[in-house]
């Protein structure tokens, strides 16, 4: 019987030996950050761990107008000198100083005028003793001329000109190349666009720069009680779709290129089809909901089948439930939040915002926490970050302090639009006291 098995072998093929425990693959994916005696991730962890997945976007070109904030992936050598040639910082009449040593408004010098010339326009001949031309500011100094006299310190005459004072040689005139040399690097790469670079680049001839382009986000809202602002709610159970907003608006202050999809049910049909079609157009995409341990979590259900995806619990309140993907076949990076509209805002906060900024290259990605007073006193769960709302204000000494609005429910989304801070309180404080300084992470700076 054994040899007629072995007969019937594809090959006559030696049985495979047993695997080795050691020889199981691992796992395909990158190496997961460590968990607490709770099965939870630290926030710092978990932020760290997904920038490191996160690329910065190749560099493109872009119109001067559309770069505004965008870091700049060029060094920019000005080709030209600016000014590009001398001209007059007034208008008045370029002169020769010799013409006019000693002129006082008893006794000023009288110069013949012969000629005009506005800003855009040369002289058409050189300037010779006693007489002067005309000259506004921008306008090219012509040649013969070594300074310009304003119009205050003369009668404005247009055959002859009365001149009441002396000038110095150079006087009201700018200097070819004394703003820049030609040569000179006016910007370099990393460098952050600002109205007044656009303006110097366009000033040095420039109409497009390379930078790291705004990232495109796609914003889903997930859940079958969700429905648009701006239509009726049919019946009790349903609430209206604020997530998406909250996380849209988040997205464009970050700096990013939103498009904001909305909300989508809780039907996993649905979800695949339409992150499928979202693909295409996103450096990342963030959904809100379904993630948590609901009967009806789709998101989790569903990514899994479209990527590599990590869901973990981080030790931070709120914002619990947190899941990261690589979606499709371009491993499109997914922020999963979870779905409490305060959860979802801290979540963007901790981890949204530092990659928006990571996928631009606008550093620092991470906001720096400023020290605050607390007006308040603050209680906070032992073994978690805990992100409290704050109102910051300066005090009369110019002391920052910070006064915690509402409670920590991750559904109280009235203090959240009060707040314009989150007061950032490590795992092991429990309580904190009026006049204690606490760590805040103020929006609006970086
Ligand atoms: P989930 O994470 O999907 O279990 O949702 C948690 C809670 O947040 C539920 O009370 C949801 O109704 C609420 N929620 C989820 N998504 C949104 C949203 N887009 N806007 C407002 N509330 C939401
Ligand atoms: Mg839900």
Redesign the pocket.
């Known amino acids: 019987m054994a040899l007629f098995g072995r007969r019937n072998k594809k090959n006559h093929e030696e049985p495979a030996p047993p695997v080795e425990p050691e020889q199981v693959p691992e796992p395909v994916g990158p190496q997961l950050p460590p968990v607490d005696a709770q099965g939870l991730r630290s926030m710092e962890d978990h932020r760290d761990f997904v920038l490191s997945l996160i690329d910065e976007l190749p560099p493109f070109g872009q119109q001067l107008l559309d770069a505004i904030d965008l870091s700049l992936c060029e060094d920019v050598i000005s080709e030209l000198d600016l000014p590009g040639f001398d001209n007059s910082a007034m208008d008045g009449y370029a002169i020769q100083t010799p013409d006019v040593v000693g002129a006082t408004d008893q006794d000023p010098a009288v110069l013949a005028v012969v000629g005009e010339i506005a800003a855009g326009q040369t002289a058409t001949h050189r300037l010779s003793p006693g007489t002067a031309m005309k000259i506004m500011t921008g306008a090219p100094l012509p040649e013969g001329a070594d300074a310009v006299v304003k119009y205050e310190d003369t009668d404005r005459g247009t055959d002859d000109v009365l001149v009441y004072a002396e000038v110095a040689q150079g006087a009201n005139i700018r200097r070819r190349g004394e703003d820049l040399a030609a040569g000179t690097v006016v910007l370099t790469t990393g460098d952050r666009l600002h109205s007044g670079g656009i303006g110097l680049l366009a000033a040095i001839g420039m109409d497009k720069v390379m930078v790291r382009p705004r990232p495109r986000v796609v914003v889903i ?3 079958s ?2 429905v648009d602002p701006g239509t009726e709610l049919q019946h009790a159970g349903q ?6 907003f909250l996380l849209a608006a988040a997205a464009k202050e970050a700096g990013a290129q939103v498009f904001r999809v909305g ?1 989508v049910s809780d039907d996993p049909d649905e979800v695949r089809q339409l992150i499928h079609d979202q693909l295409v157009r996103a450096d990342l995409i963030i959904t ?5 341990e ?1 009967d009806h ?1 789709v998101i989790k259900d569903v990514m899994p089948t479209m990527g590599w995806c990590d869901f973990a619990k981080v030790a931070m309140q709120p914002g619990k ?1 947190q899941g990261f993907g690589l979606i499709g076949d371009d491993k499109v990076p997914m922020i999963m939040l ?4 305060v959860s ?1 805002f801290v979540s963007f906060e901790a981890f949204v915002r530092p990659v928006i900024r990571k996928l631009m290259a606008a550093e620092p990605y991470v906001r720096t926490a400023v020290p605050a007073i607390s007006s308040t006193d603050i209680v906070s769960v032992p073994g978690k970050r805990q992100f409290a709302r704050g109102v910051v204000s300066l005090d009369d000494q110019d002391q920052r302090r910070v006064r915690w609005v509402g409670e920590h429910g991750s ?1 109280l989304l009235g203090d959240l639009a009060r707040a314009n801070g989150l007061i950032v309180l490590d795992e092991e404080i429990e309580h904190v006291t009026a006049g204690d300084v606490v760590p805040v992470w103020q929006f609006g700076e970086d």
Not at 239 to 244: G, L, P, T, V
């Open positions: 809202a997930t859940g009680e969700l609430i209206y779709d604020s997530n998406s909300q809100s909901g379904g993630v948590s609901g979590d439930p979870p779905g409490n509209p979802s559904h």
